[in-house]
């Protein structure tokens, strides 16, 4: 891991300049209306994200057949894709893994264009960027920038600031689960509710959510090596690292915050 740690700073440097670039950069990033040169002035909604991530993979073709791929991992509960952008595959090279998503919480879209971000600039900077060069290059990269994708079509359509899933909740008339509080680690224990209307209902069951459980689903039945799990959200400017349930730290926390010092500040 000390031998990789630049390697890591490089990244963070990546994800602080892209979050640091709002409204500057980002923003330019978010202003055409053709997906193979949107440079996101405006934001994507369900349809123009796919498409998006379909230009990228065919821009990344252009470089290396076997680089980019799209996986789909598992389907929304109104039958909408999962897709996950790889970059860094190597066929017959075994590399350590590493983990991206967004969007699990409708509502904040600046995490979805975050995502499409950090695919564009590892797509259009390979070859280009000795630092992004080593990244692809050391590590094979997962990044799925719309966990909820009914809730985010729903923000577009009918309610703005809709955070849940859309799936019905049996005997309520209020929809929808708050995904991030669906996974079964400590579940429902601190930060979330047991009734249905709430923003933070955790729902019936842990995993009740097929976001949630294809996520899960995807990781526990891959051979992957992963090394890093970072979920993007906008609410606030913080790096926020385990645990969540508990005020206990966890036996490695001395050398967690350490590691993230030292990203902060090399970044």
């Known amino acids: 891991m000390e031998r990789q740690l630049p390697l890591i700073v490089a990244f963070f440097s990546l994800l602080l300049t892209t979050c640091s670039a709002i409204p500057d950069e980002l923003e330019k990033w978010l202003d055409k209306?053709?997906?193979e040169d949107h440079d996101f002035s405006k934001y994507l909604n369900y349809r123009d994200t796919m498409e998006f991530l379909q230009t990228r993979l065919e821009r990344c073709h252009q470089v290396s057949e076997?680089?980019?791929?799209i996986q789909t991992i598992g389907k929304s509960y109104e039958g909408r894709d999962l897709k996950v952008f790889n970059i860094g595959n190597e066929p017959g090279k075994i590399k350590r893994s590493i983990w991206i998503d967004a969007g699990i919480h409708a509502r904040e879209w600046i995490s979805h264009a975050t995502a499409l971000f950090i695919?564009?600039?590892l797509v259009d900077e390979f070859g280009n960027d000795p630092e992004i060069d080593d990244m692809i290059r050391t590590y094979d990269w997962y990044i799925l920038p719309i966990v909820n994708p009914d809730g985010y079509e729903f923000t577009w359509t009918n309610d703005r600031l809709w955070r849940k899933t859309r799936k019905p909740n049996p005997g309520s008339p209020c929809v929808g689960v708050d995904a991030n509080r669906n996974f079964g680690f400590n579940w429902n224990s601190v930060g979330s509710s047991n009734d249905p209307c709430s923003p933070i209902y955790a729902g019936p069951s842990p995993w009740s959510e097929p976001e949630a459980?294809?996520?899960k689903d995807f990781m526990e039945q891959s051979t992957f090596n992963w090394i890093l799990f970072i979920t993007l959200h906008s609410k606030g400017q913080l790096w926020m690292a385990p645990w969540g349930y508990t005020t206990e730290r966890p036996d490695n926390y001395d050398k967690l915050v350490n590691k993230?010092?030292?990203?902060?500040i090399s970044s």
Request: hydrophobic residues 40%; contains cysteine.
């Open 33 to 35: 209306q053709n997906i």
């Open 66 to 69: 076997t680089l980019c791929r």
């Open 119 to 121: 695919i564009d600039r």
């Open 213 to 215: 459980k294809a996520i």
């Open 260 to 264: 993230q010092r030292h990203l902060l």
